[in-house]
């Protein structure tokens, strides 16, 4: 009835978007290159690849403003680091940098406020503070 040593268990369906051994791509490439040229202190945090995303890398300048992009697999994280000249870490063993964090804290803040802000004004032009309908 029950097969406790799963030797004819049915291996799950799911796979990773790409295989593993895949580098970054061209277009992630020019895009990383064309994001960190002219930035000072770039540091590149490697994701791991879970079944949904594939591995992928953040890059972080000195005020915090970041830029994610996909690398494939581990081959990616060599071409990352020869690509950007920057020191490259693993974010599950370091986490992300506290700019980065408080750069994030900053804008969800900021775009908050102006949802707010948008909604005082819906709500003083006599109309649905959430929905913005005549009310």
């Given at each position: 009835?029950?097969?406790?040593f799963r030797r004819?268990?049915?291996?799950?369906?799911?796979?990773?978007?790409?295989?593993?051994?895949?580098?970054?791509?061209?277009?992630?490439?020019?895009?990383?290159?064309?994001?960190?040229?002219?930035?000072?202190?770039?540091?590149?945090?490697?994701?791991?690849?879970?079944?949904?995303?594939?591995?992928?890398?953040?890059?972080?300048?000195?005020?915090?403003?970041?830029?994610?992009?996909?690398?494939?697999?581990?081959?990616?994280?060599?071409?990352?680091?020869?690509?950007?000249?920057?020191?490259?870490?693993?974010?599950?063993?370091?986490?992300?940098?506290?700019?980065?964090?408080?750069?994030?804290?900053?804008?969800?803040?900021?775009?908050?406020?102006?949802?707010?802000?948008?909604?005082?004004?819906?709500?003083?032009?006599?109309?649905n503070p959430e929905?913005?309908?005549?009310?």
């Open positions: 009835m029950f097969n406790i004819n268990a049915s291996k799950s369906q799911l796979r990773p978007p790409r295989a593993p051994g895949d580098t970054i791509r061209q277009a992630d490439a020019a895009a990383l290159r064309d994001w960190a040229q002219g930035r000072e202190f770039v540091e590149a945090y490697i994701e791991p690849e879970t079944v949904v995303n594939e591995m992928s890398v953040v890059v972080v300048d000195e005020q915090g403003d970041y830029i994610r992009r996909r690398i494939g697999g581990p081959k990616g994280i060599d071409a990352v680091a020869k690509l950007l000249g920057c020191p490259v870490f693993d974010a599950e063993e370091t986490g992300y940098p506290q700019r980065m964090r408080e750069r994030m804290e900053r804008e969800r803040v900021l775009r908050r406020r102006e949802e707010q802000r948008q909604r005082r004004e819906r709500f003083s032009q006599g109309r929905t913005g309908e005549a009310v």
